[in-house]
């Protein structure tokens, strides 16, 4: 699946996809709305509009704990390996938007794929 070049997230994804290899699926996703900007998907078979809107369903579950537990925090991270994925999400630092890469997990770095998100998630 496409993404649409010249827009923010699109760069994103873009960006994201020149310097990780292994990448199945990219999606931003404005946090408001739940709806995404923008997804990219190496295979037919794995749509990233369903996993990012999932996703939210994570990121809100973890925004609830932090708030059932009444700590002063907020999500930077979030990852979930599977056997053959590994799932990472973090939020825009104003907060209204979500990243979500998906990678093979086989050669998957966890502080490369971090690094080079954090890259490229700067300007949305």
Known sequence: MGYSKGTLAGDFIEGVLSEL???I???VVEITAE???DT???RNDFD???ASANMMETIKAMQQTIKALQLDD???DIFITLDTQVHFMTLSRSGK???YVVAEAQGANLSIMRS???KYAKGI
């Open 40 to 42: 990219y998907s190496a």
């Open 97 to 99: 938007a979500l990243f």
């Open 48 to 50: 990233p509009d369903v």
């Open 21 to 23: 290899t292994g990448a």
């Open 25 to 27: 699926a990219i999606g």
């Open 35 to 37: 709806l995404s900007m």
């Open 116 to 118: 080079v998100i954090r």
């Open 74 to 76: 907020s999500i930077k």
